[in-house]
């Protein structure tokens, strides 16, 4: 509920506003799962990575090894999922060593629950990670269920995310190192 003094403070604002021809309208509350709704609604369907090849007229010398990639410095991935009324959708975003921020984001065109939403962002970003061939990753996600069934802290009962929990811990034995934290959703 709302303090009459704080409605009775707008009132007074609204009514030396409106002398000036303004408005005010109260904010709305944004979401949590909004920032993800909004990115999966503009994925792109004929999606292409950029192209990164260059003539090498003035290059004179270049050598990449996996060494220089790792650096021994962890990459990290963030991932969150959203399941609602207007559809599921999920999000991750992996960031470099250096700073750089690769986003993705999809839309499920299946019924889930939110935990499966997790998964699903979990797994899209784990699988974009191996297809980099990072070997060192810090993931973080805000779900405290997912987070501590992959850790291994905590069982996995629901049927339906006992595969999900298997994949994944397929999927990681791609990684020398890779470690599971949990991030409040404040600050995811």
Known sequence: MESTTLNGRMARWQILLSEFDIVYV????????????????RALE???????????EDLMY??????DLQEGHPWKL???????AVGNRIGAVLVSTDGDHYPFTSKLNFDCTNNMTEYEACIMGIRAAIERKIKALEVYGDSV????????????????LINYRNLI???IK????????????EEN
């Open 26 to 41: 109260n904010q709305k509350a944004i979401k949590r799962s909004a920032i993800a709704d909004f990115l999966a609604s």
């Open 169 to 171: 811990l397929e999927l």
């Open 78 to 84: 963030n991932f969150d999922g959203a399941s609602n």
């Open 62 to 67: 270049m050598v990449t090894t996996e060494e």
């Open 145 to 160: 269920l997912v987070i501590y069934q992959l850790k291994g802290e905590w069982e996995t009962r629901d049927p339906k």
């Open 174 to 185: 791609e990684f020398d190192d890779i470690v599971f934290c949990y991030l409040p959703r």
């Open 46 to 56: 004929d999606y292409e990575p950029l192209n990164f090849n260059f003539s090498n």
